[in-house]
């Protein structure tokens, strides 16, 4: 039989801090992008095409920086496409193979939402925090992601 190894207090009251300081952080990000008309997923899949060479990349390396399965990612994908946000591609040499691109449309809609989204980050995040608690976060962040943190393709990581 197994027993759980239930929390302390403390441990507890951590864990609640930490999910609640997770819901804020998500629901400013998330105000800040709807008021640029885009969801935190779309932002998300428009950042890591923006940041890939010629501005596209295939499916299941898509899927490995966001952290995501191949259903959720290719239902965004779809739902962006409709949107004009991306675009799918044949790969060439594989005819299994997806690319999604990044329209020029995507491109402006991130360019646009990109310094409310970074402004939001900063006063919600980064201001409130020192240099000692974001290297401790960042050590922290670490242990926690393990062998996950080379497939998420973090610059500085």
Do not use: Y
Request: hydrophobic share 35%; charged share 30%.
């Amino acid at each position: 039989m197994n027993t759980a190894r239930w929390l302390t207090d403390e441990e507890q009251s951590l864990w609640r801090m930490l999910l609640a300081a997770n819901r804020k952080v998500d629901r400013a990000i998330e105000e800040s992008l709807n008021a640029d008309d885009l969801t935190t997923p779309e932002f998300s899949v428009l950042v890591s095409l923006s940041e890939h060479p010629e501005q596209k990349m295939r499916l299941r390396e898509l899927c490995a920086s966001l952290n995501w399965d191949r259903s959720r990612t290719s239902h965004q994908i779809t739902r962006m496409e409709r949107r004009g946000l991306v675009e799918k591609q044949r790969c060439e040499g594989d005819g299994r193979g997806v690319l999604v691109a990044l329209t020029r449309e995507g491109e402006r809609r991130l360019q646009q939402a990109a310094p409310a989204h970074v402004g939001t980050v900063r006063s919600v995040v980064f201001e409130k925090m020192s240099e000692e608690e974001a290297d401790a976060l960042r050590a922290f962040s670490k242990k926690v992601l393990g062998p996950d943190l080379q497939d998420l393709h973090i610059p500085g990581a």
